[in-house]
């Protein structure tokens, strides 16, 4: 599954031999496999099987295509043999004819699968739970094809090519619960016990202001053998700022087992698995946070998924991409057994100012759980810009109490799981959409620019600020000369290579059996580790 566990940690103890340098088209080259033009689902590996989700702007099936032979839009998961890139599926979904308010044109299918034996469960663009079979049409019809309508005919027709998925339910969120995805679906399913949690992608209309289903449920749990619903909330209810495409994550603090939700009003949600109980909720916005349109504003809510580390969670918060960078924290928040109510670590207050006029401001909260927090505001002398942690649509990597965390804007952070104390910062120089990994003593990180970056990891970090190195300094010509010098420390000391791909990478790369698979915009890369 995404996150590889329960705990969604970007972390892989099992693989080794990952090299610290390597052509992408070079001796080490497994297979490589055309995609579509967007690809932000997986990959996931699992019984000599790979699953990606992309669109169709490069048909495997010449049905798909219209009268003047251009590819028909749709959301495709693929489904290759993991030994030799050979496609063996894909799961067709067709848009939905609402638009690009609910399923954004040329988007594809951005939900990562979770895969247990031989089923697949992931949500499409079209705002559907799925269970599939792994092995496609190959092993006969276990239950029914997809659905969808002939792009040069008009007329509905059944996907039941040798080459299309075998889907066993499907749970359609829009016609049961009344959802209304903003822009895409695009949960990567948790799947724990019996039961599968969704982020339903409940959000706001194409203005952006009104939220035409409020009472929809955000979170939900279905029976992962039938599809049937189990229970729902819509715990950020009217306060949903824009859309909701994070994914759950699942928790056993001390014996009390949770699955935790990042909602779209900001706030962290801890549900009792079974019963969809409340057990706690933590806001990750300052009291005085405002959201504005366009990104402009304070407040934000999730792209990134919450990590379980040693009984603790780590979230950082963001916003569509769209809205660019902007002033954002990132979190770590320590749960107790017990823990109850709003564990937040302030409380609002409403005051008035000397005008009369009503402000929210904000006390300390007695039940807070929160441990640390970085970001905020960075007013230093020769700050290169006026906040310390930018939104961020990454979720964190931690190994042996060391924080790995990137922004969207390009940075990869290195921080204390125990304190917060930030070690150091690296500038990719283009915007990340994936996560860091960790493999094998490296960590992964991949850029919109094709680059990926491989860093070395230690167990045991100096200090590098670089804002700091020149506070004394008074002439910015010296000052940027000082900072210059301590990313270069940072660079001899940490970067092991960077490596060009065809085109942008907007995933996470991953290792599986002595390969490592990172997928681009276009094509998704087999490369052989080891000797």
């Avoid at 810009?385 to 649509?393: A, E, K, S, W």
């Avoid at 990340?432 to 094998?440: F, L, N």
């Amino acid at each position: 599954m995404f996150g590889g566990t329960i705990h969604r940690n970007m972390v892989n103890l099992r693989e080794k031999g990952v090299p610290d340098n390597f052509d992408p088209e070079g001796p080490r080259l497994l297979w490589k496999a055309q995609l579509g033009s967007r690809a932000y689902g997986g990959p996931i590996v699992v019984n000599g099987r790979v699953l990606v989700g992309t669109n169709n702007e490069s048909p495997r099936n010449p049905r798909d295509t219209d009268k003047n032979g251009e590819p028909a839009d749709k959301g495709i998961l693929m489904c290759f043999d993991a030994q030799t890139g050979k496609f063996l599926w894909q799961a067709v979904h067709d848009k939905l004819p609402s638009g690009q308010v609910n399923d954004w044109p040329k988007e594809g299918l951005c939900s990562t699968p979770v895969v247990e034996g031989d089923r697949v469960y992931y949500v499409s663009n079209r705002c559907t739970v799925v269970c599939a079979d792994l092995q496609g049409m190959a092993n006969g019809l276990q239950g029914r094809p997809l659905r969808g309508i002939d792009p040069k005919t008009g007329k509905q027709i059944d996907y039941d090519s040798p080459t299309d998925a075998d889907i066993l339910w499907e749970y359609d969120m829009i016609k049961e619960l009344n959802v209304f995805p903003h822009n895409m679906s695009a949960c990567s399913p948790l799947l724990v016990g019996d039961i599968l949690f969704i982020v339903t992608a409940n959000g706001v209309d194409e203005g952006h202001i009104n939220i035409p289903s409020p009472e929809a449920p955000s979170f939900i749990a279905l029976d992962k053998k039938t599809g049937k619903l189990l229970w729902k909330s819509n715990a950020p209810g009217k306060n949903i700022m824009h859309g909701q495409w994070s994914n759950p994550v699942y928790a056993n603090i001390d014996g009390t087992r949770q699955v935790i939700f990042p909602g779209g009003d900001g706030w962290l949600y801890s549900f009792v698995p079974e019963t969809g109980e409340l057990l706690w909720k933590f806001d990750c916005n300052p009291k005085d946070a405002v959201y504005e349109l366009g990104g402009t504003g304070t407040r934000n809510d999730f792209i990134g998924t919450p990590v379980v580390y040693k009984n603790r969670i780590y979230i950082g918060v963001g916003q569509d991409p769209e809205h660019t960078t902007g002033i954002a924290h990132f979190f770590c928040i320590a749960p107790k057994k017990d823990s109850r109510g709003d564990i937040s670590k302030y409380l609002e207050v409403r005051m008035k100012d000397a005008e009369g006029k009503e402000k929210i401001g904000e006390k300390p909260n007695p039940n807070s759980h929160e441990l640390w927090r970085f970001g905020g505001v960075d007013d230093r002398k020769w700050a290169p810009r006026d906040f310390r942690f930018g939104r961020t649509m990454s979720t964190a990597c931690v190994v042996d109490d060391i924080v790995y965390i990137s922004e969207l804007a390009g940075f990869l952070h290195c921080l204390d799981a125990n304190t917060g104390k930030h070690y150091w910062s690296f500038d990719t120089k283009a915007s990340i959409w994936g996560s860091p990994y960790y493999v094998d003593g490296k960590i992964l990180l991949a850029n919109d620019q094709g680059e990926l970056f491989i860093f070395r990891h230690l167990k045991q970090h100096e200090v590098y600020d670089e804002v700091a190195a020149a506070q004394n300094l008074t002439d910015r010509k010296a000052a940027r000369a000082a900072m210059l010098a301590v990313r270069k420390q940072v660079s001899d000391k940490y970067l092991l290579a960077k490596i060009e791909f065809d085109t942008h990478i907007r995933s996470t790369p991953v290792v599986a059996n002595g390969v490592l698979y990172v997928m681009t915009e276009k094509s998704l890369y087999a490369i052989k580790c080891g000797n």
